[in-house]
């Protein structure tokens, strides 16, 4: 039944995102990109914060250094596969106010798009392992990640449509391309179920290297995003979408939290022992 929802939260999210990345293509709905990149970065912080590194401490049984020592490894690693190109992608296109001479995303696809796909892919998948992980730990948790990475990858997917269009590849053939890369995912997920599953020991540090990856993105990738808009206009926006994302997550914790605690009073009413380190089992 896990192994389901992990599949239904995987496909559903691919799909999603790339249908509002389809959706936001038209230049029309482009100008209101930035404002999803704000949301983001809340959302992002926020599960990784709230969620995530909490979540992995618990399980970790207090084996901190080897946790820090964990993230300090994935930043350093995403860092390096952002410098091959392997992670992070082009979010400039035409029409989004960067002010590149014409025909500039045409040369910069012609050459990149096929890398941009291979990454693409190879990012789902990781993401799709994530997702597992999480729902391994927790299904609210795998939802809540599921929806985070849902939120960021449609800026990414955005980019990747535009760039393939502008190398020349028709609407609906870029379409299915992306709609195949997001799709990896799903194979991620069922890896990240059966691996997991079997050495429930590696779920703490699955954890850290998902919290990892969205604290990177966040402040590597999105955030000087935000900063390219210097408007004083534009600030109070961000910080308000920025806040709104935090908030949102914060609440879910909290009831979350609530519900766990109710959970371990009626097993201690009952006379059970509440299995603390070990993944909730719904």
């Not at 960021?152 to 391309?177: M, Q, T, Y």
């Not at 179920?193 to 050495?199: E, G, K």
Request: overall charge negative.
């Amino acid at each position: 039944m896990l192994l389901s929802w992990i599949v239904l939260a995987t496909v559903a999210g691919g799909l999603i995102a790339v249908l509002v990345a389809h959706w936001l293509a038209h230049r029309v709905f482009v100008q209101y990109l930035h404002h999803m990149v704000s949301l983001s970065v809340g959302v992002l912080l926020a599960v990784a914060l709230l969620h995530l590194l909490p979540e992995a401490f618990e399980l970790a049984d207090a084996d901190a250094h080897g946790l820090f020592g964990l993230m300090l490894a994935s930043l350093i690693g995403f860092f390096a596969l952002e410098k091959i190109a392997l992670l992070r992608h082009s979010h400039h296109h035409e029409g989004d106010g960067h002010h590149h001479h014409h025909g500039h995303d045409e040369h910069e696809a012609g050459r990149g798009g096929v890398l941009i796909l291979i990454g693409s892919s190879l990012h789902n998948l990781c993401d799709g392992v994530l997702v597992a992980a999480a729902f391994l730990t927790d299904p609210i948790l795998g939802v809540l990640t599921a929806a985070s990475i849902i939120i960021h990858e449609v800026p990414h997917k955005l980019s990747d449509f535009v760039v393939l269009r502008n190398a020349g590849l028709k609407r609906r053939r870029a379409l299915i391309l992306i709609l195949f890369s997001s799709f990896c995912s799903a194979l991620g997920g069922i890896l990240g179920y059966f691996v997991l599953q079997q050495a429930q020991a590696l779920l703490p540090y699955a954890l850290v290297v998902a919290a990892s990856s969205f604290l990177y993105i966040s402040v590597a990738d999105l955030m000087p995003q935000m900063h390219e808009r210097v408007s004083p206009a534009d600030a109070a926006p961000q910080l308000a979408l920025v806040g709104i994302g935090v908030a949102v997550i914060y609440a879910v914790t909290t009831m979350m939290h609530h519900g766990h605690g109710h959970d371990d009073h009626d097993d201690h009413a009952h006379g059970a022992v509440p299995a603390i380190h070990a993944p909730h089992q719904h």
